[in-house]
């Protein structure tokens, strides 16, 4: 399985609501990214939080990081139609496909369904 | 700032065909990388490149090479495609390799 899984899968709420997304991964980390994917669009990196961190805000997003649990969580506060969104946990992990050095790994992702 | 392009949007390829994807950034990053998403899958890392002139292996290089000659420019190219390969490629930029990374808007390639 991969480095960074985020659970649910899905998940739909309605507008107005908090939307919380989970990602757990194996090894350790530096740091642990989160990003957003809009339907046919590139990902857009939303927050990064380093290993000695354990929560961080930008605007309605609040990530948390607990490295004892392996473990990070995205809060979307007061949630939008327009957050309706594919979000990725990215991690960064040895890889010996790349000599080694550390490289980002994405999870398979969490969609996002804000009803109007 | 024009940021991450890639150049085309969409291709349809037979097997056994060979095309050339064009990815642009102005940013000024050191590190250039291509990926694959497949449906419900995130994305996987095809190849990289730290900087000018240099390219290195990612999970999942078969198929397919690399080529930095420019800074700004990164190409992935497939010299016989396979069905295997159909998927939406991205391209990304980044100051480092665990850094931030900006990505491309993608390009849906489809062999048949």
Avoid at chain 1, 52 to 78: C, F, P, Q, Y
Avoid at chain 2, 57 to 62: C, I, L, M
Wanted: proline content about 3%.
């Amino acid at each position: 399985s991969q480095q960074g899984e985020e659970d649910p899968q899905a998940l739909s709420i309605q507008e107005g609501e908090n939307a919380t997304m989970n990602c757990s991964y194996k090894t350790s980390i530096n740091n642990l990214q989160w990003y957003r994917q809009n339907s046919g669009r590139g990902l857009v990196h939303l927050i990064l939080i380093r290993s000695n961190e354990r929560e961080k805000h930008s605007g309605r997003l609040r990530v948390t990081l607990d490295t004892s649990k392996k473990s990070s969580s995205l809060l979307i506060t007061a949630s939008r139609a327009a957050d309706t969104a594919s979000y990725f946990c990215a991690t960064d992990v040895h890889s010996f496909s790349s000599g080694s050095a550390r490289q980002l790994t994405f999870g398979s992702g969490t969609q996002l369904t804000v009803l109007p | 700032n024009a940021g991450v392009t890639q150049t085309p949007k969409f291709r349809v390829l037979k097997t056994g065909q060979s095309m050339t994807l064009l990815c642009a950034q102005d940013m000024n990053h050191e590190y250039m990388y291509w990926y694959r998403q497949d449906p419900g899958m995130g994305l996987r890392l095809i190849h990289y490149s730290v900087g000018e002139g240099t390219t290195a292996k990612g999970e999942v290089p078969d198929g397919y090479n690399v080529s930095r000659l420019k800074k700004q420019n990164f190409l992935l190219g497939l010299e016989s495609a396979a069905p295997s390969q159909t998927s939406v490629y991205f391209c990304a930029s980044s100051y480092g390799m665990t850094y931030e990374q900006f990505f491309g808007p993608g390009t849906r390639l489809t062999v048949l």
